[in-house]
């Protein structure tokens, strides 16, 4: 199994309804489940938003599970790298999880929970924007490994 545990909600209906597309695709591949876990109002320390989120986003997460952070911090990765990844972690592991942060980043203790983190890009993208992108990527790792034609 998949699994995207994501701080915060997806407001916009139009990229709620790609998200949702994608999703459906990838299910046709391997099983995909998307946790949504609740944002913390930025009207606090930092610190403080991160520790809450982070109580939130380990709470969904199992001992047994290999986590991927998105993050800023992680290394670059490209669509047949992950692709690869994927294939070989599912070897050793019967569930990935890639985490997506909260709009101030990742807390140090989720950071040590992970076992690596990964940029989709140089670029920063809203919270939402990321989940999409992320989808869109998973599926076409699920394409290159059964060797079907995507868009390149």
Known sequence: MIKIVCVGKVKDQNLSNLINDYSKRINKYHKLEIVEVKDEPIIQDDKAVLEKEADRVLEKINNDEYVILLDLHGKNIDSISLSN?????????????????????????????????????????????????????????????????YHK
């Open 85 to 149: 990844k994927i294939d070989k972690l599912f070897v050793s592991y019967s569930k990935i999880t890639f985490v997506i942060g909260g709009s101030l980043g990742l807390s140090d203790r989720l950071r040590k929970r992970a076992n690596e983190a990964i940029k989709l890009s140089d670029l920063t993208f809203l919270h939402q924007m990321t989940r999409l992108i992320l989808l869109e990527q998973i599926y076409r790792s699920f394409k290159i490994l059964n060797h079907e034609i």
